[in-house]
């Protein structure tokens, strides 16, 4: 919780010893323990034993989650899944080095598709997320650490750029339901779909057309402010990343 007042040098060389950590392959029960006690305490785990918040998107070939356990990948594997997409972009928990073993065990294939939840969309990511998900081996699932913020996006982008939805539909997926809130910093992320149905929707643009040429993730990000006290909320008590 102190690590904001560390220097920047010192908090880099902190994450990169948690991934090299965690990059390694399970080797015995003493490694075995300590992996499972950092994703229930360390990575707040322990919520998602309880509740994965879990839900079948669009057309049905694409889930969406939280973090899941061992467990949970065996049920998608049970449920006919065959790729998992982690949104999370660090292997900075013993999630990650479960993660990765179960899928091997069950047979599913893992990938990696980076979303970030309180800054302005990159260009980049956006304009490769139609490629993306034309690449990927169907029924899969999408997650992030609490399947409300990076999940909800994503399958957004999913229900636009793969399954041909309206945006303003798409972005229900950014929701109350799925413990997503629009006033904290999360809610830029409803603010960039709103900027579109504002400035390219409504001038006739198609979505990638005003991602490339008009979008100005810059601004968006000047122009976005977060509630205070949903932010406490979001960040301070349910940890979110």
Request: charged share 30%; hydrophobic share 40%.
């Given at each position: 919780?102190?690590?904001?007042?560390?220097?920047?040098?010192?908090?880099?060389?902190?994450?990169?010893?948690?991934?090299?950590?965690?990059?390694?392959?399970?080797?015995?029960?003493?490694?075995?323990?300590?992996?499972?006690?950092?994703?229930?305490?360390?990575d707040h785990g322990v919520l998602r034993l309880a509740y994965?918040?879990?839900?079948?998107?669009?057309?049905?070939?694409?889930?969406?989650?939280?973090?899941?356990?061992?467990?949970?990948?065996?049920?998608?594997?049970?449920?006919?899944?065959?790729?998992?997409?982690?949104?999370?972009?660090?292997?900075?928990?013993?999630?990650?080095?479960?993660?990765?073993?179960?899928?091997?065990?069950?047979?599913?294939?893992?990938?990696?598709?980076?979303?970030?939840?309180?800054?302005?969309?990159?260009?980049?990511?956006?304009?490769?997320?139609?490629?993306?998900?034309?690449?990927?081996?169907?029924?899969?699932?999408?997650?992030?650490?609490?399947?409300?913020?990076?999940?909800?996006?994503?399958?957004?982008?999913?229900?636009?750029?793969?399954?041909?939805?309206?945006?303003?539909e798409a972005a229900r997926q950014l929701s109350p339901r799925?413990?997503?809130?629009?006033?904290?910093?999360?809610?830029?992320?409803?603010?960039?779909?709103?900027?579109?149905?504002?400035?390219?929707?409504?001038?006739?643009?198609?979505?990638?057309?005003?991602?490339?040429?008009?979008?100005?993730?810059?601004?968006?990000?000047?122009?976005?402010?977060?509630?205070?006290?949903?932010?406490?909320?979001?960040?301070?008590?349910?940890?979110?990343?």
């Amino acid at each position: 919780m102190f690590n904001r007042f560390l220097p920047p040098e010192t908090r880099y060389a902190r994450r990169m010893a948690r991934i090299a950590r965690w990059e390694k392959p399970i080797a015995g029960r003493r490694n075995r323990l300590r992996a499972w006690v950092n994703m229930l305490l360390v990575d707040h785990g322990v919520l998602r034993l309880a509740y994965l918040n879990r839900h079948r998107i669009g057309r049905g070939l694409l889930w969406r989650s939280a973090q899941p356990a061992p467990h949970d990948l065996a049920w998608f594997k049970r449920q006919g899944l065959r790729t998992i997409i982690s949104l999370r972009g660090g292997r900075e928990h013993g999630s990650w080095q479960l993660q990765r073993e179960a899928c091997e065990r069950e047979g599913l294939l893992l990938r990696e598709f980076v979303v970030r939840s309180r800054e302005a969309p990159d260009r980049a990511m956006l304009l490769s997320a139609r490629d993306f998900f034309a690449g990927v081996e169907y029924p899969a699932l999408i997650h992030c650490k609490s399947g409300a913020d990076r999940a909800g996006f994503a399958a957004a982008l999913y229900l636009i750029l793969h399954e041909g939805r309206p945006v303003a539909e798409a972005a229900r997926q950014l929701s109350p339901r799925y413990g997503h809130f629009r006033f904290a910093k999360t809610g830029i992320l409803d603010a960039f779909f709103d900027r579109y149905l504002l400035e390219g929707e409504a001038k006739g643009l198609s979505f990638l057309d005003w991602v490339e040429h008009h979008y100005d993730p810059e601004r968006l990000q000047r122009d976005f402010q977060a509630g205070f006290w949903s932010d406490i909320l979001v960040d301070r008590l349910l940890r979110r990343e």
